[in-house]
Each structure stands twice: as C-alpha cells, then as structure tokens.
T-cell receptor
Framework: QKEVEQDPGPLSVPEGAIVSLNCTYS??????FMWYRQYSRKGPELLMY??SSGNKEDGRFTAQVDKSSKYISLFIRDSQPSDSATYLC????????????WGLGTSLAVNP | EPEVTQTPSHQVTQMGQEVILRCVPI?????FYWYRQILGQKVEFLVS????????KSEIFDDQFSVERPDGSNFTLKIRSTKLEDSAMYFC???????????FGSGTRLTVV
C-alpha cells in the first residue's frame, strides 16, 4: 500500500464553488499534515499546516485531519480562477528529521 | 516576506558531468532539505541537514550526491557524475526550529543530455 494517496484529477469547477481535496495515508506515525499549492514549474507554497487531528481555518481555506480514518482534506470556499494550480498534501512523523512524504497532487482548474 | 533562493533556475549538462545546485535558505532557519520532482511524479525526499550534518538521506541520495553548507548562508547539492535519470526539478527548502512547515525555493530544473 502506498504511503500517501491522492487523486490526481484533474478537477474542474466553476468560480465560486466549494472545492474538496483529499488524501489518505497508511502510516499511523504521521503527526504533521500540510497542504501545498504548486503552480506550473514553481516550488510548492505552504498553504496550511496542521498538527494531529482536528480542523484549521485560514481565510477561504479549511484543513481537516481525521487520524482515526487516516484521511485529510482541504476545502476551498468561494473558489477563484487564481486558485487554479496543483494541490499537494504532505505529511511527516514526529521524528527529528522532518522528512515529508508527498501525495501526487491534484490538478484544479477554476473556470470563470 | 523571507524566501528561499535557488540558482540557477535551469541547468543543462552532459551525462557524466558534475553539477552544483545552489540555495540560500531563510536566514534564521535551522533545518535544510533537498527534494526533487521528476515530471509527472511525486515530490521525493533526498536529504535533510541540521546542525551542519546530514540528519537523514534517502536511497536516491547515493555516493554521487553530496551536500554542503560552506559559509553559513549557502546550501549546495552536488551531483558528481550526472545520469539521464537525474533530470528533474530540484527543490531546496528550509524550516525553523518550532515550525514544521517548510518554505521551498522556486527550484532548479536540471536537464541531463
């Protein structure tokens, strides 16, 4: 079983829609969960960072972690064309090395 | 806002040649990393660096790879003898002591011909 699974999409939504992006994982040792946004040929940009289970909200973005189900989500409210990008989940255990294990990324297109 | 700077943005090299990819991490960060992303594939961990030494390296990071922090600001990745399969985007990242969220650079696109 792959450590982190993420549907690559593509996902196409109209402007203003609520977007739901998800990842599942197999390693119960993961404690830190991140969502990154990546534009074409650019470096990943940190959007949200969550420790352990629960919800975190930042503007139009909400991250959820359900450790019992090994499932994390990112919700984008009132999506904008500028949100069109690839969204990658990444996670790490609590070890000192902080190595991130990544999903493949979901390609999102928000259409005006 | 502080950023991680990588140079060059694109490098083309012949198979068997040595390349050095350069990074300037955020100045007060303590953890440094190199990742790579082959087109269409997942981002892969290469190496983490803390307290002036490698803290973990992946199976990819074999004897052909090395990292250095020569002067307290720069952080370099050297590939001694490049192979075609080393063609990828290489990302440098850094993180602070109390924050697991990394800041990535814009990457160096390495093309081995």
């Amino acid at each position: 079983q792959k450590e982190v699974e993420q549907d690559p999409g593509p996902l196409s939504v109209p402007e203003g829609a609520i977007v739901s992006l998800n990842c599942t994982y197999s390693n119960s040792a993961f404690q830190y969960f991140m969502w990154y946004r990546q534009y074409s040929r650019k470096g990943p940009e940190l959007l949200m960072y969550t420790y352990s289970s629960g919800n975190k909200e930042d503007g139009r973005f909400t991250a959820q972690v359900d450790k019992s189900s090994k499932y994390i989500s990112l919700f984008i409210r009132d999506s904008q064309p500028s949100d069109s990008a690839t969204y990658l989940c990444a996670m790490s255990d609590a070890g000192n090395n902080r190595k991130l294990i990544w999903g493949l990324g979901t390609s999102l297109a928000v259409n005006p | 806002e502080p950023e991680v700077t990588q140079t060059p943005s694109h490098q083309v090299t012949q198979m068997g040649q040595e390349v050095i990819l350069r990074c300037v991490p955020i100045s007060n960060h303590l953890y440094f990393y190199w990742y790579r992303q082959i087109l269409g594939q997942k981002v892969e961990f290469l190496v983490s660096f803390y307290n002036n030494e490698i803290s973990e390296k992946s199976e990819i990071f074999d004897d052909q790879f090395s990292v250095e922090r020569p002067d307290g600001s720069n952080f370099t990745l050297k590939i001694r003898s490049t192979k075609l399969e080393d063609s990828a985007m290489y990302f440098c990242a850094s993180s602070g002591e109390f924050n697991y969220g990394y800041t990535f650079g814009s990457g160096t696109r390495l093309t081995v011909v």
